[in-house]
């Protein structure tokens, strides 16, 4: 699919119009125009790009100013932002692998996990499903590991693939004072919590020995990546990570986009958060009058059958876009319809969905 126009909600493809429920623009931002506004007075003062990694001339009041209010949003102690999402746990990897002995992952994490992982110089061990508690049960003596060894543990508040809530209680409880949790919130942030803050506000986190990573490029609607932590940790992804030192700053403009953005959901969270909670609860009851499975986040999935991709086809017909997606993990699991639904979408459009695949079934 090769969009020609993508307006939130209804995307432009092929030469027809189509009401869309792909993506990850869960609050609707990204054509907000208070984010264009901003980029675009950025743009005028600084260029296009930085020009520069921040050990250069690439850093500047926009970037600056994003990392101190990002962390004032994520009631974190500081922030660091780089140029992608992507090589946030990266950074995380190249900067803390001395501190660990073993880093553990879900084998079917994000692909940014597993490249992450890659780089590091220690034991890289797998655990299956992050949707059960259970997984962490005994998990030194489950995967063989000693008292003293410090465990760094990545895990994903929200499942990318089936949009189902982690039990990160359950698995935070198992791990030691020394061992690090790194929460991927690349799916949570601006999602999670009353307020959008994430993992840390909807399961009531203390920040001990807790990292975060994310990116802009979803429910903010921008680009780019961050890490949140203490500042003693950052100084040393800041000092160690070559994804920090090596690559050229996030462009001013698309800083300046992300603030606008923050501001936004920090202003304006009827419009944002409590729209999209609220479409998520609307969206689930409907789903439920035609035996549908729900769901408590906005990504929406259901198992790969031939019925339902003669359904995609038919919902293309009514002009209707549901992704269709294939999992980088194909070769242990099947991925059918996995769609997702804004703050931006209408209780009309989410009722000419549901309708639509009722007539279907």
């Known amino acids: 699919m090769r969009l020609s126009s993508n307006r939130s909600t209804h995307v432009e493809f092929e030469g027809k119009n189509y009401l869309y429920f792909g993506g990850t623009n869960f609050l609707g931002l990204a054509q907000r125009p208070e984010l264009i506004e901003a980029a675009l007075a950025a743009f005028e003062k600084f260029g296009l790009s930085s020009g520069a990694s921040r050990l250069t001339s690439g850093d500047n009041e926009e970037l600056a100013g994003l990392e101190r209010e990002l962390a ?27 501190k660990v002995d073993v880093w553990i992952a879900f084998a079917k994490a994000h692909a940014s996990i597993h490249a ?38 990545f895990l994903e508040p929200i499942f990318p693939l089936k949009g189902r809530l982690a ?31 994430g993992a840390i506000e909807h399961f009531k986190l203390p920040p001990l020995n807790l990292i975060r990573t994310g990116t802009f490029s979803k429910a903010f609607g921008a680009y780019g990546g961050f890490v949140l932590a203490d500042p003693d940790n950052l100084d040393l992804i ?65 198992e790969a059958s031939p019925r339902l991709a003669e359904i995609r086809e038919k919902l293309l017909e009514e002009q209707i876009y549901l992704p ?20 931006a979408h209408s209780r009309e459009q989410l009722d000419l969905l549901v309708e639509s695949i009722k007539s279907f079934l």
Request: glycine share 6%; proline share 3%; with cysteine.
């Open 72 to 98: 004032q949003f994520a009631a974190s102690q500081s922030a660091l932002v780089l140029p992608a999402g992507f090589l946030s746990n990266q950074a995380v990897v190249e900067g803390l692998d001395h």
């Open 167 to 197: 039990s990160v209680c359950e698995i935070r409880a198992r791990l030691a004072e020394k061992d690090i949790l790194i929460l991927d919130e690349a799916q949570s942030m601006g999602v999670l919590g009353e307020n959008g803050r």
């Open 238 to 302: 800041r000092s160690r990570a070559a994804s920090v030192g090596g690559s050229t700053s996030l462009p001013p403009a698309i800083c300046a986009a992300a603030r606008a953005s923050i501001r936004l959901i920090e202003n304006e969270p009827e419009s944002n958060i409590q729209k999209l909670n609220a479409n998520i609860i609307y969206l689930n009851r409907l789903l439920s009058e035609i035996d549908l499975a729900s769901s408590k986040v906005p990504i929406f999935y259901q």
């Open 116 to 153: 992450a992982l890659k780089h590091s110089k220690k034991e890289v061990l797998f655990l299956e499903d992050p949707e059960c508690g259970a997984a962490a049960d005994g998990l030194r003596e489950h995967l063989g590991l000693t008292s003293r060894m410090r465990i760094g543990l």
């Open 324 to 343: 269709s997606v294939s999992s980088y993990f194909s070769s242990s699991s099947q991925i059918g319809l996995r769609w997702t639904i804004q703050a």
